[in-house]
């Protein structure tokens, strides 16, 4: 897969110390977000930014219970995250080394 944008805006998920917390977090289960809160000492305002961005990223998927969101890592998401580092990773069948000076 060629389209860079995308591939950059999943990885941006994991460029950032917080939303890391964020995902490790939630290796344990759904969590909402004042519980988020409790285990990753940032603002709400922050967290709320870091949310949209995982989200985004596909790599966590929320859901709404009345007044509350729930987070969790998403398989389908972390699936695809991992098979795009797999393909950028891969060296081709004719890899070679250039050597121009």
Same mark, same amino acid.
């Given at each position: 897969m060629d389209d860079f944008k995308y591939i950059a805006d999943i990885f941006k998920a994991f460029c950032d110390e917080s939303r890391l917390k964020i995902i490790k977090a939630?290796? @344990? %289960?759904?969590?909402?977000?004042c519980t988020l809160l409790?285990?990753?000492?940032?603002?709400?305002s922050t967290l709320s930014h870091h949310m949209k961005i995982l989200v985004e990223s596909t790599i966590v998927k929320s859901r709404k219970e009345g007044k509350w969101t729930?987070? @969790?890592? @998403?398989?389908? %998401? @972390?699936a695809e995250a991992i098979e795009l580092l797999r393909n950028i990773l891969k060296k081709s069948e004719d890899y070679k080394?250039?050597?121009k000076c």
């Open positions: 939630l290796q @344990s %289960g759904e969590k909402c977000a409790e285990e990753v000492p940032i603002a709400q729930y987070y @969790s890592l @998403s398989d389908k %998401g @972390s080394t250039y050597a």
